[in-house]
């Protein structure tokens, strides 16, 4: 119930092609689904986040898109540049909760 | 935003002993939360350390392994006891500094390398 599961683990894309990371859910009370990159030696740090009241968020080359009644919800990257080259995680909370329930993480690389 | 600073990076330390990792905030936040990140897996929500009184503990995390103290609204320490190589790990601290469910900062992680 608390798991969020998330694909591909690992991803090769080109460069100027579309990135795309998916993610599923179980529990109907999370509420809050934010993604996380990191680099290699860093913390993660938020990239994007999106709320069930909207379908689809974008910021920059950056889209998720969210569907609630599969309980899913993916993170588009358009135009990826290889510095986009990361490992991505999905999470997913309750809203007062405050804890974060991380996915695997998917390892992309952006090949020049 | 949020500054979080960690200490140490990394260290490489023997079986049996124990090390203890900071962390500070450049900004006072309610909850500050400890996670477990191993070699190319996800991260393990280990506790949620809470000022003035005890830390809440996940599943699996128990105090006298994993004992942390919060002693103010900036800083927190985790220390890992009686270490084992299964202990090998990277451990993050985090914060909320917005509450509720704002943006999640993160430090950079302290390695931990047990032989």
């Known amino acids: 119930q608390q798991q969020v599961k998330q694909s591909p683990q690992s991803l090769i894309v080109q460069k100027g092609g579309i990135s795309i990371i998916n993610c599923a859910y179980e529990?109907?009370?999370?509420?809050?689904f934010p993604w996380y990159q990191q680099f290699p030696g860093k913390g993660p740090a938020l990239l994007i986040a999106i709320r069930p009241d909207v379908s689809e968020k974008k910021e920059g080359r950056f889209t998720i898109s969210f569907n609630k009644s599969a309980k899913q919800f993916s993170l588009h990257i358009m135009d990826s540049q290889p510095g986009d080259s990361a490992t991505y995680f999905c999470a997913a909370s309750i809203q007062g909760a405050q804890k974060l329930v991380f996915g695997q993480g998917t390892r992309l690389t952006i090949n020049p | 935003s949020a500054v979080i600073s960690q200490k140490p990076s990394r260290d490489i330390c023997q079986r049996g002993t124990s090390l203890t990792i900071q962390c500070q905030v450049d900004s006072q936040v309610t909850m500050m939360f400890w996670y477990r990140q191993q070699p190319g897996q996800s991260l393990t929500l280990i506790a949620t350390a809470n000022q003035g009184s005890e830390a809440t503990y996940e599943s699996g995390f128990v105090i006298d392994k994993f004992p942390i103290s919060r002693p103010n609204l900036t800083f927190s320490t985790l220390t890992v006891s009686n270490m084992s190589p299964e202990d090998s790990s990277i451990y993050l601290c985090?914060?909320?500094?917005?509450?509720?469910?704002?943006?999640?900062?993160f430090g950079e992680g302290s390695r931990l390398t047990v032989l």
């Open positions: 985090s914060a909320r500094p917005g509450g509720g469910t704002g943006e999640l900062f």
């Open positions: 529990n109907t009370a999370f509420d809050y």
